[in-house]
């Protein structure tokens, strides 16, 4: 194999990695669920909102507060609370991303269709 085409055959390998990982309208069945009882939540980078677990598992609603989501209300409404997580699958695994958020049964936040 020639020397040009080893490094084309690597930025290849890793476009399709890094596409694979790209997270684009999850919908429930791309997703896997999980109950976590809610530690803390705080802004994360790119105005993310971050839900920490108190064994220190986070996980976060991607540009949450661009979204319209309120810290505080979130905080008075989820703290110590068990919510359930639609967590988005890539080809890498499970996710930190959280594509729904409820409380017993409501919908605090939501990426279905």
Do not use: W
């Amino acid at each position: 194999m020639s020397s040009t085409i080893k490094p084309l055959i690597a930025l290849l390998v890793l476009a399709l990695t890094a596409s694979s990982c790209i997270i684009h309208n999850p919908q429930p069945e791309d997703c896997e669920q999980k109950q976590i009882v809610v530690q803390s939540i705080t802004e994360g980078s790119a105005y993310d909102i971050v839900f920490t677990e108190a064994n220190g598992d986070f996980y976060y609603i991607n540009r949450g507060l661009e979204q319209g989501l309120d810290l505080t209300q979130l905080q008075d409404k989820l703290l110590n609370k068990k919510v359930n997580l639609h967590l988005a699958k890539t080809m890498a695994g499970t996710s930190n991303h959280i594509a729904q958020l409820t409380l017993d049964g409501s919908i605090v936040f939501t990426e279905f269709d």
